[in-house]
């Protein structure tokens, strides 16, 4: 049997004041072996304005980073709808992803690679002209010109992640997804990164969409925040507008509170099950 590449669809004209990300009733099912199977994200709904950095919150296993994935296309939704700089991403992904990038602690480079072969690998495959100097320019501006010749495999976590951020930066993409981007960072350069990407914001108007468990970071960065769990957005947004509507004086607080369903209004649920997972019966 041959197989015939996919014909490329035509993709139709987007409007170029669209959201940056738009998401209509996002769903993923992930069927268990006796069954069931676990919902990780319960038609979710949310924008994010171009120029915006909105945080998604939410404790272990609320469903940041799959939604994260349906928002790249590496995971496909159950159903609902993802548009990325208004083109629908389950038609026209290849249109945009040139546009995009990310970075997990999730996904590790090569590790045999040298950090400098990593980057220039990428590079290529962003099909970036001038991969070499743009390498180079990541490695100073992200401090990396120390670890460029050593196996990706060999570096500290938190070393590892300030590649991975200079992997998602190459192609300086206007919509960058971050999950967890200063996780496992000392507090120093943690504060150094999130200097970086207020910069990056101020200079190229990048959309961001930040997973993150510090609510001292999400505070710094995020105009808007999105707040999950058990697969849901229990409560949304802008930090001072959550901090004043739950009449707590830090975010940190405010999650506690959602998180522990100690409070009755903003959304959150006293009655749902243990944080984590909501097992629905087999379709
Ligand atoms: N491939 C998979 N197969 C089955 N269940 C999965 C899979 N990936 C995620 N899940 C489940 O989906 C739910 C959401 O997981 P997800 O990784 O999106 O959460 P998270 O908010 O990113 O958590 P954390 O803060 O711990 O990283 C969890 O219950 C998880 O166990």
Known sequence: MTHRPPIAQPVPPTDPHSDAIRVDALTKRFPTPGGGAVTAVDAVSFRVARGGVTGLLGGNGAGKTTTISMLLGVLLPTSGRVEILGVDMARHRHAVLARMNFSSPYVELPHRLTVQENLTVYGHLYGLTCVKKR???LAEQL??????????????????????????????????????????????????????????RARTGATILLASHNMLEVERLCDDVLVMRQGRIVDHGAPLDLLARYGRATLEEVFLDIARARVDGGGADKNEMAQGETVDAAE
Do not use: C, H, M
């Open 135 to 137: 390498v180079q320019e």
């Open 143 to 200: 401090d990396l010109a120390r670890f460029l010749n050593r196996p990706s495999g060999g570096l500290s976590a938190g070393q590892k992640t300030r590649v991975a951020l200079a992997k998602a930066l190459l192609n300086e993409p206007e919509v960058l997804l971050l999950d967890e981007p200063t996780a496992s960072l000392d507090p120093d350069t943690a504060d150094w990164i999130r200097r970086y990407l207020e910069e990056y």
